[in-house]
């Protein structure tokens, strides 16, 4: 029944024509269209939020406890394994892995250095790889050496992708985390400042804090997102270029589109 037109006396009348159910349901409507945005966008997260919260506890998180056990943790196994072996040999190596720095990252360069020292020292110290290019830049030079680290591993497709996008991701937020540090005058390098450095904001400033910690965040996605390619769904380690990309499609590339967008702030507008 439409009232438009009518005067309230007419509506009144009408209204006292209704019964007790009727007039509930009227009630009800005037109640519903007369909400404001932010009620009915409370009203859709809180019948939407359960849903999402069941797929992410079953899902996701399932799938990052997976992701950071099955490769990383195997590779921290063998890494003690051969300090051991090495430790009993006679040959005096100290440190072959530092699982506290990869898992709770500081910055990937970090990630880079203590995945595996000895190699790590091995490219840096060498004449013929890292110190010999680093006179054309030192983006160059990192992104050669880990090239050249992927040779040695045989140019499997997955392996050289994600070595490399390590030392992408390295040598850009290096650069993106010195600006910054620049710019806000504190200590949010990547590596970790002396203590008598010339930063206003030292170490447990508030506003440093915070920036490390967003960085702590963005590091720790990049370890999931490129060690989820390492799964046991294909016998024997052979990962092919199809399998690593479905993988990361499966991530939409999120972890791709948050190194480019880094890598636009270092450039454009810092």
């Not at 005037?30 to 859709?44: D, G, H, M, T």
């Not at 950071?68 to 890494?79: D, K, L, M, Q």
């Not at 020292?121 to 890292?130: D, G, L, N, W």
Request: with cysteine.
């Amino acid at each position: 029944m439409s009232i438009v037109g009518l005067s309230e006396e007419e509506i009144h009348k009408i209204i006292d024509t209704l019964t007790d159910e009727e007039r509930l349901q009227l009630q009800s409507i005037y109640s519903e269209l007369n909400k404001s945005i932010l009620e009915r966008i409370y009203e859709l997260i809180y019948s939407v939020y359960p849903q999402f919260e069941l797929l992410f506890s079953i899902c996701l998180l399932q799938r990052i406890l997976i992701s950071y056990a099955s490769f990383r943790y195997s590779h921290y196994f063998i890494s003690y394994i051969s300090l051991t072996l090495a430790s009993l040999s006679g040959i005096p190596i100290n440190q072959v892995t530092s699982c506290l720095n990869v898992e709770i990252p500081r910055s990937m360069m970090d990630v880079a250095c203590y995945w595996n020292i000895p190699m790590h020292i091995f490219f840096h110290k060498c004449k013929y790889v890292f110190q010999k290019i680093k006179a054309y830049g030192k983006f160059l030079a990192v992104l050669f050496t880990f090239t050249f680290s992927a040779m040695l591993h045989g140019f499997n497709f997955q392996l050289t992708a994600v070595l490399v996008s390590i030392g992408v991701n390295a040598s850009i937020e290096s650069k993106l985390r010195s600006r910054l540090s620049n710019r806000l005058n504190s200590c949010c390098k990547s590596r970790r400042c002396l203590e008598n450095c010339d930063h206003y904001y030292k170490t447990y400033h508030f506003r440093t804090l915070i920036v490390n910690f967003i960085f702590f965040i963005i590091n720790v996605y990049h370890l999931i997102y490129l060690g989820a390619p390492f799964d046991d769904s294909v016998e024997e380690g052979t990962y092919s270029m199809n399998h690593t990309l479905k993988i990361w499609s499966q991530e939409f590339y999120f972890g791709s589109l948050i190194i480019t967008f880094l890598m636009l702030i270092a450039s454009f507008l810092i």
